[in-house]
C-alpha cells in the first residue's frame, strides 16, 4: 500500500506578538480538519512549534493532491477568521494570496510531502522549526545523511554503504524550481559547496542510492519570494524516515546538539544558534531563539502512532542550556557584522530604503 505523509505549517496568528497560537485558534483548526477528513484522510496530528501551527496528516491521494492542500487551506482561514476576531498579532500572516489555486505551494504555507510503499516497520521523523528559514537543515541532514562521524550507518550498514541522493534547490530563482542532484560519497565535496550558503541553497530532499526509496522531504518556501517583501521567516517542515535503509533515529539527531547558527530570530534579520526544544514550545527572547521541535512517528496502514517528542530528554536539556549561551553571546554584538543577515537578506527591510536616501549625501573627496 502506497501512503502519502504530508505536512502543512502556516503562521495565522499569535497571542502578544510572535509567541504561540491561542486554544481557540488552534481548536478551529482541528475542528475544520476534523469536519473536512472524512474520505481523504486516514488520519492526522495538529501541532504547533513557536507561534505556527502544523497539519500532519496521511492520505492515499499522493503528493500536491489539489482536496488535500484545500483542507489546509481551509483550515488556515477558518483560524485566520477566529484569529482577527481575537486580535491576535500577525492573523493569517502566511496566507500571501487570497484565493486557493490548486495547491498552497506558492500561497505561503510551509509545505512537506513524499509518497511511499510502507515498510512492515515504518517510522519516521517530523520536524518543524520557527524563527529560521529552510537552509536550518541543511548542515544537520547533510551530517546525518553523508557524514560516518555523525551517521555510522554509512560504514557499518550494509543498507547503507552506497550512500545517499541530494536534490538541492536554488531558492533564489523565483520563476521555477531550479534543482541539481548530487550523490554522497563520491560528490559530498559538491554537495557541501552548495549547502553552506543556506540562503540560496536549500535541500529538497534525499533519496536512498541502494534501493532508490525517498526518505527525506523538506519545505523550501521562502515568503519574501512570494510576497515581494518581509512577511517573517519561513518556518521549515521536514519528513525524515530513518531505521533499516535509512540512518537510525539517534543519527538523525545527533547533528542538532551543535546548535548551529541559522538566519532569523528577531524580524527574521538576525543570526542565532538552533536550539532542539520539546513539543509545543513557544517563543520568547529577541523573538527566538531561532528553535526545532522533533516527534517521532510510527505508522501501519496509514494509521499514526502518538508521537514521542525527541527532544524531551535530559541530554538535551543540557544542549539548551548551551544553545542559550551561544544566543547571548552574539546578541551582545547586536546589529554589528555577522549577528545581522548581510544586505542580500535584508532587501525588503527599512534599512534598505535607509541606506538609499544616506547614498545620496555621500560625496567624492578632492
Known sequence: MKTTISVLKADIGSIGGHIKPSQELLAEVRNSVAANAKGLLIDYYISFTGDDIAILCTHTRGVNDEKIHKLAWDAFRAGTTVAKKAGLYGAGQDLLKDAFSGNVRGLGPAVAEMEIEERENEPFLFFAADKTDPGAYNLPFYLAFAD???????????????????????????????IIELVAPEEIYDIAALLRDTEKYVIESIYSRSTGNQCAALSTQRLHNIAGKYTGKDDPVALVRVQGEFPATGEVLAPFNIGHYVAGFMRGSHIGPLMPCKLQTTISYFDGPPVVTGAAFSIKEGKLSEPADVFDHPYWEAIRMQVAHKASE?????????????????????????????????????
Not at 532587501?347 to 544616506?358: N, S
Open 330 to 366: 552574539i546578541r551582545r554584538q547586536g546589529f554589528c557584522g555577522p549577528s545581522m543577515l548581510p544586505f542580500s537578506e535584508l532587501e525588503y527591510g527599512g534599512v534598505v530604503e535607509k541606506l538609499k536616501e544616506l547614498d545620496k549625501k555621500f560625496k567624492f573627496s578632492d
Open 148 to 178: 560516518p562521524m555523525y551517521c555510522s550507518g554509512l560504514i557499518l550498514s550494509p543498507k547503507m554503504s552506497q550512500g545517499f541522493k541530494f536534490r538541492i534547490i536554488d531558492v533564489s530563482y523565483t520563476e521555477k524550481n531550479k
